[in-house]
C-alpha cells in the first residue's frame, strides 16, 4: 500500500480511536512515524548473492521422548548403517548430529561418558 493512502487512514483512524485505547494509540504514533521518517527514502534492501560467504547455521530439535518411550527416534534417523541420516544431509547439503542419551550405540560407554561430564545428574 502506498504511503499516500496509508498515511491518511492511519491520522483518521488516530483521531476516531477513543483515547482510553493506550495501547493502540502508541502503536499508531509508531507506524506514523515511521511513515513519516521513511517517506524520502526509496532504498531497496537487498543482499549481495554474488559474495560467496559461507554461513554457519544451528538449530536445536526436541525429540519427544517422553511423549512416545517406545519409539526408537534415533534407529529410525539414522536407518540401516546410518544410510537415512547419509541421504538426508546429502540431499539437504547439511551436517546433522545426533546428540544426547540414547544417541550411542554402546550403552556402558554412553553411561561413563555422562557421568564423567556431569557427575551431578542421575539417571
Do not use: C, W
Not at 526436541?62 to 540431499?91: A, H, T, W
Not at 546428540?99 to 554412553?110: A, F, P, V, Y
Amino acid at each position: 500500500m502506498g504511503s499516500e493512502k496509508y498515511l491518511p487512514e492511519l491520522m483518521a483512524e488516530k483521531d476516531t480511536l477513543d483515547p482510553s485505547f493506550q495501547h493502540s494509540l502508541r502503536l499508531l504514533d509508531q507506524e506514523i512515524e515511521k511513515i513519516q521518517k521513511d517517506e524520502g527514502k526509496e532504498e531497496e534492501k537487498f543482499i549481495d548473492v554474488v559474495i560467496n560467504k559461507n554461513m554457519k547455521l544451528g538449530q536445536k530439535v526436541l525429540i519427544p521422548v517422553k511423549q512416545f518411550p517406545k519409539f526408537n527416534f534415533v534407529g529410525k534417523l539414522l536407518g540401516p548403517r546410518g544410510n537415512s541420516l547419509k541421504r538426508l544431509q546429502e540431499d539437504t547439503l547439511t551436517k546433522m548430529s545426533i546428540l544426547g542419551k540414547g544417541s550411542m550405540r554402546d550403552k556402558e560407554k554412553e553411561e561413563e561418558l555422562m557421568q564423567r561430564a556431569r557427575p551431578n545428574i542421575t539417571t
